[in-house]
């Protein structure tokens, strides 16, 4: 048995195009990112999510992930677990804290639970997000989580670099169209 994750064709058609440019900033990293968000929803080939993984001093991507949890029924199939399964595939390793360079993970929005985990489990040193209030929840009704209070504060306890609100309003741009578009919202907030 095994299961398996794959990116919609237009995503890896696009990877293949993204990947010959370099991004210096956050900000150049989170436009193709959010970029991916919106194009998922769009082809309707997932939620509103993506994450990407770039090498932090050089601005080399790695690979972008989308959320792929109705298409391909599977819970899990997040963008981060995406995202970060697909960098340790391409990268040959399991730990992405033990490549010669210091990866960054860059997301559209703060992780929710289980991909919170996935964060620490997966070794990068640095994360870049779109933002962490709750407006994903209250616009979309997607539910994140129990996110522990010191969330920040545990992530750098554990060696990694946070960065917050990163093309902020584009990112909620995103989630809004999502639910004009009238898609699925899956695991609805249930608390």
Same mark, same amino acid.
């Given at each position: ?57 050089? %601005?080399?991507?790695?690979?972008? !992930? #989308?959320?792929?949890? &109705? ?8 963008? $981060?677990? *995406? ?33 919170? %985990?996935?964060?620490?489990?997966? !070794? #990068?040193?640095?994360? &870049? ?8 929840? $209250?616009? *979309? ?51």
């Amino acid at each position: 048995m095994e299961f398996t994750v794959s990116l919609p064709q237009w995503a890896v058609d696009d990877l293949a195009s993204l990947k010959e440019a370099t991004y210096p900033t956050a900000e150049d990293r989170m436009r193709p990112v959010n970029a991916f968000a919106r194009k998922n929803f769009e082809h309707n080939t997932g939620g509103p999510f993506s994450a990407g993984v770039f090498e932090k001093d050089t %601005g080399k991507l790695i690979v972008i !992930g #989308v959320n792929r949890v &109705v298409p391909s029924n599977c819970s899990s199939a997040h963008a $981060e677990v *995406t995202a970060l399964s697909l960098a340790q595939n391409l990268l040959g390793t399991w730990n992405l804290g033990a490549w010669p360079e210091t990866l960054q993970l860059v997301v559209n929005w703060r992780p929710c639970a289980m991909c919170y %985990g996935a964060v620490l489990w997966s !070794g #990068v040193k640095s994360l &870049v997000i779109g933002g962490s209030g709750g407006e994903v929840e $209250e616009i *979309t009704g997607f539910d994140e989580g129990p996110i522990h209070p010191e969330w920040q504060k545990e992530l750098e306890k554990r060696g990694v670099e946070l960065t917050d609100g990163v093309l902020n309003e584009e990112c909620v741009q995103v989630f809004r169209d999502f639910m004009a578009a009238g898609r699925e919202v899956y695991n609805p907030n249930r608390g």
